[in-house]
């Protein structure tokens, strides 16, 4: 009960945590270029676009870093046993996130945000790109911690049987951290530039600003088609990295619960989860599956059913199949999205192609609403890869039942738990109603560079 | 030779002083500003003069719990646990400012301002205070077992000695708020903030002074007080009298020295402990017992001796950008077009 209860905390903070992380990610990108182009080509609509943007990236920004905190704390409070277990390892990229990362991405924030009429241009545009880089930085040193969790490398157990670092750049040669960073940030480029597109498209559809966000659309389009392209052969990759270490995952996630070689995909099945292993209605895609997974035309896949014999074999009696239906449709939401995703990208390049992108009402009105899709699709993201690793917190080291904190009772949860809902949805409801009132406001009109840099310090920009 | 495990734990110790030294005026100014701002505009100016700063400061905190993490999973694991309900009321504190921080003039509504003002001033009095009942906890003692697990509840938190450098902690950062705020305002608002930092300021002396008595009782055995102790009460004595004085930027040295040797005095007696047990000394966490192993401890020191310096340049040259005293406010309190364009439309 206890661990139960500390699972849905984690899961439902690190969600919540994980709507606001790519948008920050792909935003501060994105805005950066922006402001390039400023640099570049002096003309202002640049630089109030980047303001623009900025503003909705600082919105996202506040939201991000203090559920960031919550993350880092759940550790040691919700899972003392895995801390005390794995911190030796897992411990050092968290701590270096913070020395290269968070405080690179937090300090130059802080000068970007204050510093536009006291720094010389260029050094404040390499403040923003700092910003942008310290956020990749970010989730880098998180994804290789993360990493080590689905597959651990880079230790040997001590004389207590704990695991300890032996090599910190296995930690950052892993094959499952590579692909995972390499997804996560296309993740994050993809929700960044889908944000943008979806508030160009507004504007554009309601003929505001057409001048300017014409130009917001074409860069989001421009960064949104080659990105989707490789995330797709990226996932993919992933997906094959997954079936050599972590088979249990992506044979949940196919539901294959027997051997098969070789393998055809499920395209859509209604059953076939843990009680009715034979699912009632499907529509199968001969050897796409074996193809998927290994690479190969008529690869094989372990069934679920002999990778249980196998794992019982290894380490002993227990239940090692992840959730089926979780794992079933997550990847399929993913999967789907991306396609679609993939579509909208191709059909914005040809309207840009054609320089009809701000006169098309259709693209611009589904461009509005897809900006749903890539929330769903990094929390089903998630959901795979954290779902997929059950029963184990660390793969074959360490269950996840093994790891909440003893000293914690279910009482302590129930309240920490509520108390986070609450918080969150406050903190959701006043980020959304600011989003929405700043992404319609419009910009502000360009009042030039009043007040300038140098002599006495004035109001350091009216923020507060 | 200096172990690495003693040595991380001087790199913790160093982290929370700069934590609190830096973090330490934010605090005092988010829990200050209704006081020192009557207007709307006067409010602004408070919070403005820890606007570019305060996001970087509170990564001191960030970096070392994850730091703990990283050197001592032990103390890491039973501190964290052990505090639960305590560490969640700093978590809400710290979300309520660090979003109110952000969102308190993005709309022009007074029902929403007043309400994250409010927000930010209870977070900035919970956060110092909460983790400074934390802090005093590790010298007290906690009932922590042999398999140094904590078998105490929430009210096993609340010792005399923890609640004293709660309310001590939290009284040096509403002075050092203060002598802030009076460095680096001018006209009304650094006149309040000089009126405030009178009783402010001998509270505080009180409250060092017990501080330091009770540290005494705590530690046993010697009755005579450490060096760092005694700066601390030199330092407080000094910050309160300077409040007094046009010496802006030796009150707020002072008020940091005092919080500094203050948070510094807490580790210097707690070595080689980590964190005490009330149970049994025999199950006190040290920095040997709860260290890492020799290699993730080289690893993390070259990765710190690397990065460490470079980040003191780059925060110490962002306090450097936007140094000096701010303006008084314009006579038209809500005249947002009136003054320099906004950062991101403010």
């Known amino acids: ?464 | 030779m200096l172990h690495l495990d003693t040595l991380w734990f001087v790199i913790l110790a160093i982290l929370w002083v700069g934590f609190f030294v830096l973090e330490g005026f934010d605090f005092g100014v988010g829990a200050l500003h209704m006081l020192v701002g009557k207007t709307e505009a006067e409010r602004r100016v408070a919070v403005s003069t820890i606007g570019p700063w305060w996001d970087g400061n509170e990564v001191w905190l960030i970096v070392a719990g994850a730091g703990t993490f990283a050197a001592f999973p032990a103390w890491y694991a039973t501190w964290f646990s052990a505090l639960y309900l305590a560490l969640l009321l700093v978590l809400a504190g710290l979300m309520a400012r660090g979003v109110a921080l952000e969102y308190i003039t993005k709309r022009d509504d007074e029902r929403w301002r007043r309400a994250w003002r409010w927000a930010l001033t209870i977070g900035s009095l919970l956060v110092p205070l909460l983790l400074g009942v934390g802090l005093g906890d590790l010298l007290n003692g906690l009932p922590i077992n042999s398999s140094h697990e904590f078998t105490g509840n929430f009210a096993d938190l609340l010792t005399g000695y923890g609640l004293w450098t709660g309310v001590t902690l939290l009284g040096l950062c509403l002075l050092h708020g203060a002598t802030f705020l009076k460095l680096r305002t001018s006209g009304a608002v650094r006149e309040r903030a000089v009126a405030l930092a009178r009783p402010l300021g001998w509270a505080a002396i009180a409250l060092v002074v017990g501080f330091v008595i009770w540290t005494r009782i705590v530690a046993g055995g010697n009755d005579v007080p450490e060096p760092v102790e005694i700066l601390a009460i030199i330092a407080v004595i000094f910050a309160a009298r300077l409040t007094a004085t046009d010496h802006d930027g030796w009150a707020f040295t002072s008020s940091a020295i005092a919080i500094a040797a203050s948070v510094g005095s807490i580790f210097i007696q707690l070595y080689p402990n980590v964190m005490v047990s009330s149970t049994n000394a025999a199950y006190n966490l040290t920095v040997h017992n709860a260290a890492s192993g020799p290699y993730a401890l080289k690893v993390m020191t070259i990765v710190t001796v690397i990065f460490f310096p470079i980040v003191l340049i780059y925060q110490g040259w962002s306090f450097h950008v936007f140094r000096g005293r701010l303006k008084e406010p314009a006579a038209e309190p809500e005249a947002p077009g009136a003054v320099a364009p906004a950062a991101p439309q403010a």
């Not at chain 1, 661990?3 to 690190?14: E, G």
């Not at chain 1, 919550?70 to 277990?85: C, I, K, L, T």
């Not at chain 1, 990226?234 to 044979?251: D, F, H, S």
Request: with cysteine; glycine share 8%; hydrophobic share 50%.
């Open chain 1, 1 to 464: 009960m206890t661990n139960d209860l500390a699972r849905w905390q984690f899961a439902t903070t690190s969600i919540y945590h994980f709507i606001f992380v790519p948008v920050t990610i792909g935003l501060a990108f994105l805005v950066a270029i922006l402001q390039t182009a400023w640099y570049r080509n002096d003309k202002p609509e640049y630089r109030r676009l980047a303001r623009f943007f900025g503003t909705l990236l600082i919105i996202n920004v506040a939201v991000g870093v203090v559920t960031g905190l919550v993350q880092e704390f759940e550790f040691g409070m919700n899972w003392s046993a895995y801390s005390r277990f794995v911190g030796d390892v897992f411990g050092a990229p968290l701590a270096m996130e913070g020395l290269a990362a968070f405080f690179l991405e937090s300090t130059f924030l802080g000068l970007w945000l204050f510093g536009w009429d006291r720094l010389p241009k260029g050094v404040h545009l390499a403040c923003i790109w700092l910003v942008a880089i310290g956020s990749m930085l970010s989730a880098m040193f998180i994804l290789a911690a993360n990493s080590w969790m689905q597959h651990p490398v880079g230790y040997v157990l001590n004389s207590h049987g704990q695991p300890e670092l032996n090599s910190i750049s296995a930690l950052f040669t892993n094959p499952t951290f590579l692909w995972g960073y390499v997804h996560v940030i296309l993740a994050s480029l993809v929700t960044g530039s889908l944000v943008m597109l979806a508030v160009s498209a507004w504007y554009l559809r309601k003929q505001r600003e057409v001048e300017l966000f014409r130009n917001s659309a074409r860069l989001s389009v421009i960064v949104l088609l080659p990105v989707i392209v490789l995330q797709l052969f990226v996932g993919n990759k992933l997906g094959e990295i997954e079936t050599k270490y972590q088979p249990m995952k992506i044979a949940a996630a196919e539901a294959q619960w027997e051997n098969c070689k070789p393998c055809s995909f499920s395209a859509f099945q209604i059953g076939g989860g843990k009680n009715d292993k034979t699912p009632s209605q499907i529509i199968e895609i001969p050897h796409l599956l074996s193809v998927l997974a290994t690479g190969e035309f008529n690869g094989a896949v372990e069934g679920l059913n002999q990778l249980q014999t196998e794992y019982e074999h290894k380490y002993g009696p227990g239940n090692y199949v992840p959730d089926v239906f979780i794992q079933y449709w997550s990847m399929r939401l993913m999967a789907y999205l991306g396609s679609l995703i993939l579509l909208l990208a191709l059909w914005g390049a040809w309207l840009l192609h054609r320089g009809a992108l701000e006169r098309s009402r259709w693209f611009l009105g589904i461009s509005m609403w897809a900006v749903i899709t890539p929330f769903i699709m990094n929390t089903a993201g998630w959901l795979l890869t954290e779902n997929g690793r059950q029963p184990w917190i660390v793969q074959g080291l360490m269950k996840t039942v093994n790891a909440n904190s003893p000293s914690v009772t279910s009482t302590d949860i129930w309240i920490s738990l509520i108390a986070f809902v609450l918080i969150y949805i406050a903190l959701g409801a006043a980020d959304l109603v600011l989003m929405l009132h700043y992404a319609r406001k419009g910009l502000d009109r360009d009042v030039g560079d009043v007040g300038g840099a140098g002599g006495e310090a004035t109001l350091p920009a009216m923020s507060y």
